[in-house]
């Protein structure tokens, strides 16, 4: 399928000023860029070596998390998902993140759900953020749901994005975090009070994920202190000859 319809976004295209390798991060969002912004700051703050946010797309035209995001110094890029097919808006997404030579897409707050080929296309390399402790409360307002329940307990959960999300509540999960709920509790309050844990967790889930020290046992993830494999070096080849994405770059008119 053809990108066409988002020319105007693709063809922005410089070649990079440099080939150093990092493990390169990009961020898809819908409305806020919370856990992409607390990436960022812990990048800067050397809490993830080796790692760089190389880019932020939004598909929201005029998202306060595209401006937040830039705010800060970092690409985003507006690919309007209204009035275009999920597979054309798709393959124009793939494109930027394979120009931007990015090696792993984390996907937070993200109003569409990725289509299985998209997912087949970066095995092992989504991650997604859900506001509860998966497999409970899967699907939509997780926080209403966990209310209305009467659960005393609640979180968010980083896992990574594979074909059985859907039957499964989720893929193989990375990070969890738990916060009681409190009597009066509402789904606004306990979204705030979620926030911090979010980004925390997702923080650590791209630590986990580009020290490597860890192996898949079914779903299981098995963390081991003596690996110590870069994913950087597992992504090395992956998009030889990318190019960059000029951080003008918008919305096809």
């Not at 991060?25 to 806020?32: C, E, H, N, Q």
């Not at 390399?125 to 749901?145: C, D, K, V, W, Y």
Request: with cysteine; charged share 25%.
């Amino acid at each position: 399928m053809s990108s066409d319809g988002f020319s105007g976004a693709l063809s922005a295209v410089v070649r990079p000023e440099s080939s150093k390798r990092s493990c390169r991060i990009g961020f898809l969002i819908s409305d806020g860029a919370g856990p992409c912004l607390a990436v960022h700051e812990a990048i800067a703050a050397g809490q993830l070596p080796g790692c760089t946010l190389a880019l932020v797309i939004c598909n929201i035209t005029g998202a306060p998390g595209t401006e937040a995001a830039r705010a800060q110094g970092l690409r985003a890029i507006t690919l309007e998902g209204r009035g275009h097919e999920q597979r054309e808006h798709e393959e124009a997404i793939d494109t930027l993140l394979r120009r931007m030579s990015v090696d792993l897409l984390c996907v937070s707050g993200y109003l569409r759900v990725l289509s299985r080929d998209f997912i087949r296309r970066w095995p092992g390399r989504i991650l997604t953020l859900h506001n509860s402790l998966l497999p409970a409360f899967p699907g939509a307002m997780p926080e209403r749901q966990a209310l209305e329940f009467g659960a005393q307990v609640t979180g968010c959960t980083i896992s990574i994005l594979d074909e059985t999300a859907d039957a499964l509540g989720g893929g193989p999960i990375l990070v969890q975090r738990a916060i009681p709920i409190a009597p009066d509790e509402t789904v606004t309050s306990l979204q705030k009070r979620l926030a911090p844990e979010e980004d925390d967790a997702y923080v650590e889930a791209i630590r986990r994920m580009c020290s490597g020290d860890y192996k898949m046992e079914g779903r299981r993830l098995v963390f081991l202190v003596q690996e110590s494999a870069s994913l950087s070096d597992d992504f090395e080849t992956t998009n030889e000859g990318s190019e960059a994405v000029s951080d003008k770059a918008e919305t096809p008119a």
